[in-house]
């Protein structure tokens, strides 16, 4: 490996290591509902988007709060030697991605049926230290 290679890597280590990553695959709630929430906390600080989504009335902002709390956790796991008291943790990403479609049928009038889409998502949250 070559000197300049080898430089590019260990910056790109060191980055990694300011960030944590939570996943959430399969949630059964549409993406477009999941967005509405997650459009709330993103660029926001830790403790004040775990405020929001407490006192969001949305069901995603349950789901979302305790991929929030994982995330914190992969943190601190991750950084081990820095206390989270004295770090500045923020949402730095939510991405909200479509996920398999469940396809069930509903009666309808006159012998006929309808068609339901149960949708899903996939959700990634990053969460970066700005110190």
Do not use: Y
């Not at 477009?32 to 902002?61: C, T, Y």
């Amino acid at each position: 490996m070559g000197a300049r290679k080898r430089e590019k890597a260990e910056k790109l280590k060191a980055e990694k290591s300011k960030i944590a990553i939570a996943k959430l695959n399969d949630c059964p709630i549409s993406a477009r509902k999941m967005r509405l929430v997650a459009d709330l906390v993103r660029g926001v600080e830790v403790n004040k988007a775990l405020n929001i989504l407490q006192h969001n009335p949305k069901e995603a902002s349950k789901r979302l709060a305790t991929l929030l709390r994982s995330a914190i956790a992969n943190w601190e796991v991750k950084n081990e030697e820095k206390n989270l008291e004295d770090e500045t943790l923020v949402v730095s990403m939510v991405k909200v991605d479509h996920a398999g479609m469940l396809k069930r049928i509903q009666p309808a009038p006159q012998g006929r049926a309808h068609r339901i889409r149960k949708r899903s998502n996939h959700v990634t949250i990053i969460v970066d230290s700005l110190n």
